[in-house]
T-cell receptor, first 114, second 114 residues
Framework: GNSVTQMEGPVTLSEEAFLTINCTYT??????LFWYVQYPGEGLQLLLK?????DKGSNKGFEATYRKETTSFHLEKGSVQVSDSAVYFC?????????????FGSGTRLQVQP | NAGVTQTPKFQVLKTGQSMTLQCAQD?????MYWYRQDPGMGLRLIYY???????DKGEVPNGYNVSRLNKREFSLRLESAAPSQTSVYFC?????????????FGQGTRLTVV
């Protein structure tokens, strides 16, 4: 079946450190890949996406590249800020018997210290 | 821009009580979803509705029922609440047929069953 595996958290970094959150997936066909972010007390919101192999999604200094050969979509940021503290979810979207399905990883909590 | 609105935000139930979680979206989306979020397990799909008048089971449907009242509204009902249903519930919507577009989430309902 289709699934997403994320690195476990929490990830604790100092401000301006480099961030990588690993995400790998298992899927049949050609899914779209997403990173969602959840700030404390809020719902999920889209951070970035990539819809085909070798696409790079980017937003707010975050980047992730759709790597079909390694089935990965790792999230990176060159210099994190305290305001980036949140839970990050990797997700994939695919068509299942004509209907869209969206599968999430378990989430990775990021804590950025001043 | 309201987006996806969920009510209530918090609820405490006694075992065996029933309640309905309400969700409405104003983006004219065809598809709507109910997820539950539990620590370490990410988001799991309870039910979804690909279009008005249709509903389908997701990964964890037992103990829940849903109603797609119209295009805007999708409610989730717990007929006889159990402590295992203590969770944070999220409603989401997306444009069906566009499987590479984002899903929009409500702010969540934190439910505690005692």
């Amino acid at each position: 079946g289709n699934s997403v595996t994320q690195m476990e958290g929490p990830v604790t970094l100092s401000e301006e450190a480099f961030l990588t959150i690993n995400c790998t997936y298992t899927a049949t066909g050609y899914p779209s890949l997403f990173w969602y972010v959840q700030y404390p007390g809020e719902g999920l919101q889209l951070l970035l996406k990539a819809t085909k192999a070798d696409d790079k999604g980017s937003n707010k200094g975050f980047e992730a590249t759709y790597r079909k050969e390694t089935t990965s979509f790792h999230l990176e940021k060159g210099s994190v800020q305290v305001s980036d503290s949140a839970v990050y979810f990797c997700a994939l979207s695919y068509m299942d018997t004509g209907r869209r399905a969206l599968t999430f990883g378990s989430g990775t909590r990021l804590q950025v210290q001043p | 821009n309201a987006g996806v609105t969920q009510t209530p935000k918090f609820q405490v139930l006694k075992t065996g009580q029933s309640m309905t979680l309400q969700c409405a979206q104003d983006m004219n989306h065809n598809s709507m979803y109910w997820y539950r979020q539990d620590p370490g397990m990410g988001l799991r799909l309870i039910y979804y509705s690909a279009s008005e008048g249709t509903t389908d089971k997701g990964e964890v449907p037992n103990g829940y029922n849903v109603s797609r009242l119209n295009k805007r509204e999708f409610s989730l009902r717990l007929e006889s609440a159990a402590p295992s249903q203590t969770s944070v519930y999220f409603c989401a919507s997306s444009q069906q047929g566009a499987w590479n577009t984002e899903a929009f989430f409500g702010q969540g309902t934190r439910l505690t069953v005692v």
